[in-house]
């Protein structure tokens, strides 16, 4: 049985895609994000071919974005402040392969809080998130 803690960090810069009546009522410019992750996993090997792993993980979420009205008198006004989300939950996983390669699976289930402002008024829009991941594990070592 192996434990450890992790430290991730990623980072999204993006033009938004919105459809086109959208496009006539509000502008998103400058949107950013960048994610804090913290997950403690415990991971059990099955032998040489496989192994389990899962556990609480914690991210904290810096937003950042202009949010523009365009169909009124104060055409140009920024309609939504910026504002940052924690997500709290967990994730289960396994892989299967040999020695030095493994193809993953795993399953996210975050709880999010999110309360940003839109037009001077405080917006719950929290929610859960459910996601899975595929991925590919290169050992650069093997300990058998």
Same mark, same amino acid.
């Given at each position: 049985?192996? $434990?450890?803690?992790? $430290?991730? !960090?990623?980072?999204?810069?993006?033009?938004?895609?919105?459809?086109?009546?959208?496009?006539? !009522?509000?502008?998103?410019?400058?949107?950013?994000?960048?994610? $804090?992750?913290?997950?403690? !996993?415990?991971?059990?090997?099955? @032998?040489? =071919? @496989?192994?389990?792993? @899962?556990?609480?993980?914690?991210?904290?979420?810096?937003?950042?974005?202009?949010?523009?009205?365009?169909?009124?008198?104060?055409?140009?006004?920024?309609?939504?402040?910026?504002?940052?989300?924690?997500?709290?939950?967990?994730?289960?996983?396994? @892989?299967? /392969?040999?020695? =030095?390669?493994?193809?993953?699976?795993?399953?996210?289930?975050? =709880?999010?809080? =999110?309360?940003?402002?839109?037009?001077?008024?405080?917006?719950?829009?929290?929610?859960?998130?459910?996601?899975?991941?595929? /991925?590919?594990? !290169?050992?650069?070592?093997?300990?058998?």
């Amino acid at each position: 049985l192996d $434990l450890a803690i992790g $430290l991730q !960090v990623q980072r999204q810069v993006l033009e938004i895609p919105l459809p086109s009546f959208v496009k006539d !009522v509000f502008e998103i410019e400058d949107f950013s994000r960048t994610d $804090l992750a913290v997950p403690v !996993v415990a991971s059990r090997h099955l @032998g040489k =071919y @496989g192994f389990i792993y @899962g556990g609480p993980k914690f991210v904290y979420t810096f937003l950042s974005a202009d949010i523009l009205e365009k169909i009124s008198a104060v055409s140009g006004t920024n309609i939504a402040s910026s504002t940052n989300m924690w997500e709290v939950g967990g994730v289960v996983g396994g @892989g299967v /392969g040999y020695k =030095y390669v493994f193809l993953m699976l795993e399953l996210n289930v975050l =709880y999010y809080a =999110y309360r940003p402002t839109l037009l001077g008024t405080a917006v719950d829009l929290s929610g859960v998130d459910v996601y899975p991941a595929l /991925g590919l594990k !290169v050992n650069f070592y093997s300990p058998t």
